[in-house]
Antibody
Framework: QVQLVESGGGLVKPGGSLRLSCAAS????????MTWIRQAPGKGLEWVSYISTSSTYITYADSVKGRFTISRDNAKNSMYLQMRSLRPEDTAMYYCAKAHSTGWYQFDYWGQGSLVTVSS | DIQMTQSPSSLSASVGDRVTVTCRASQNIGKYLNWYQQKSGKVPKLLIY???TLQSGVPSRFSGSGSGTDFTLTISSLQAEDFATYYC?????????FGQGTKVEIK
C-alpha cells in the first residue's frame, strides 16, 4: 500500500534552517509529481511547492520562494524540502503528498505530517 | 496567482440535510478543480478531482459540478461522518492554490 512518511521537523530559531524528508513506498515513485503542503495551527491548507517526475518542473508558493528548495531522489524514493531563513509564520504541520502527473494533478495520498515550529 | 474563494466559511447542518459548498476561482481554471475533506486532527483526504470525478471509495452522496470559475461540492444527505472542513484546490496554473476551507458543523 502507498505510504508517505515525513521526517525532519522540530523546533528552530528564526533565521534558522531545517530539512524535511518524505520517504515513499508502495508506488512507482518516479512516475509521480510530489508536493509539499503546510497547515499552520488552526488554519487552512497552504500549498508550498511541487516537483515533477524528473525534477524538470519545480514551483514554489510566493510565501516561500527564494527560501525553500524542493528536491527528490528517485533512486531513494524520497523527496526533500530544504527550508532556510525560517520565520515564525513558517510554523506549521508540513505534509508531503503524491500528485498525479497527468490529468488534474490531484493529491491522492498524503503523509501524516511533520511539525515545524519556528520560535526563539 | 489564482485566488480560490469558498463560501460559506462555515455552516451548520443536520444529518440528512443536503449541503452545498461553493468555490470561485479568480480566473478561468477549466476543470482543474479538486476537493478535499479534512476531519479534525486528521490528514486531508481527496474526495473529488477534475471537478466531478469521485476518488475511489468516496460515497456517492458526494458530487461536484461547475466549470470555468464557479464550482460546487454537494453532499446529498449529510451523514455524521461528513462533519469536517472541505477545501477546494486549483491545479490549472503553475502555482497551485487552496480555498480557505468550509467547516461543516453539526446543527
Amino acid at each position: 500500500q502507498v505510504q508517505l512518511v515525513e521526517s525532519g521537523g522540530g523546533l528552530v530559531k528564526p533565521g534558522g534552517s531545517l530539512r524535511l524528508s518524505c520517504a515513499a513506498s508502495g508506488f512507482a515513485f518516479s512516475d509521480y509529481y510530489m508536493t509539499w503542503i503546510r497547515q499552520a495551527p488552526g488554519k487552512g491548507l497552504e500549498w508550498v511547492s511541487y516537483i515533477s517526475t524528473s525534477s524538470t518542473y519545480i514551483t514554489y508558493a510566493d510565501s516561500v520562494k527564494g527560501r525553500f528548495t524542493i528536491s527528490r531522489d528517485n533512486a531513494k524514493n524520497s523527496m526533500y524540502l530544504q527550508m532556510r531563513s525560517l520565520r515564525p509564520e513558517d510554523t506549521a504541520m508540513y505534509y508531503c503528498a503524491k500528485a498525479h502527473s497527468t490529468g488534474w494533478y490531484q493529491f491522492d495520498y498524503w503523509g501524516q505530517g511533520s511539525l515545524v515550529t519556528v520560535s526563539s | 496567482d489564482i485566488q480560490m474563494t469558498q463560501s460559506p466559511s462555515s455552516l451548520s447542518a443536520s444529518v440528512g440535510d443536503r449541503v452545498t459548498v461553493t468555490c470561485r476561482a479568480s480566473q478561468n481554471i477549466g476543470k482543474y478543480l479538486n476537493w478535499y475533506q479534512q476531519k479534525s486532527g486528521k490528514v486531508p483526504k481527496l474526495l473529488i478531482y477534475g471537478v466531478s470525478t469521485l476518488q475511489s471509495g468516496v460515497p456517492s452522496r458526494f458530487s461536484g459540478s461547475g466549470s470555468g470559475t464557479d464550482f460546487t461540492l454537494t453532499i446529498s444527505s449529510l451523514q455524521a461522518e461528513d462533519f469536517a472542513t472541505y477545501y477546494c484546490q486549483q491545479t490549472y496554473s503553475t502555482l497551485w492554490t487552496f480555498g480557505q476551507g468550509t467547516k461543516v458543523e453539526i446543527k
